[in-house]
């Protein structure tokens, strides 16, 4: 817990990602990348300088998944939770047919959840992308576009005047996996 509270702290202050009062939404799907992001920005909540409030968010897909392991977490952490429910995989699958359905899927999931916080007042989504999965796009980025490039720790999104944030870019995926084992978090498959 120390050590990946402290890439977590270290990443923040280095970047300046949060800011007294902000109100941040931690987009949780079940995973473990989301749900040790989720248990870190607790904790740093109850310590940190500058006060900041915290929910976490679920878009659920309408593939029956049970989610209520991720609300018996939440109630630990005393983070407010909230499930916002969408047909996206019936629309993919059933009426779209979709033969590649991924990108469709990825982009209608992240604008039900820029909508559920911008309807909930939010300024902030931290997502749970960590150093591996900035490799990896910098390698996809490199190999099938042809160009440098990757994420920003810090993203603002104007049109939707939200900041995303990446809090644990420091953490290697192995400490993530270790740290799910050790906390024994309640991943959804």
């Known amino acids: 817990m120390q050590k990946m509270m402290g890439l977590v702290r270290r990443c923040v202050d280095d970047y300046d990602m949060i800011q007294e009062g902000d109100k941040i939404a ?14 870190l920005l607790a904790g740093l909540r109850a310590y940190f300088h500058k006060p900041f ?9 309408g593939l029956g998944m049970d989610y209520a ?7 630990q952490l005393d983070v407010p939770y909230h499930i916002v429910k969408t047909e996206i995989a019936p629309i993919i699958f059933d009426h779209r047919k979709e033969k590649n359905p991924c990108s469709m899927c990825s982009k209608m999931r992240r604008g039900a959840l820029n909508q559920a916080i911008l309807d909930r007042g939010f300024n ?3 997502l749970g992308h960590h150093y591996d999965d900035a490799v990896e796009t910098f390698m996809m980025n490199l190999f099938f576009e042809g160009r440098l490039g990757c994420f920003s720790p810090i993203t603002y999104l104007s049109n939707r005047k939200i900041t995303l944030i990446r809090p644990m870019i420091y953490a290697q995926e192995k ?13 959804i498959k």
């Open 53 to 61: 409030q915290l929910e976490a968010i679920t878009i659920d897909m």
């Open 175 to 187: 400490d993530v996996s270790y740290f799910v084992r050790r906390q024994e978090l309640p991943i």
């Open 124 to 126: 902030k989504l931290a």
């Open 26 to 39: 931690v987009g949780v799907s079940g995973g473990k990348d989301s749900l040790v992001l989720l248990v």
């Open 69 to 75: 392991p991720v609300a018996r977490l939440c109630q």
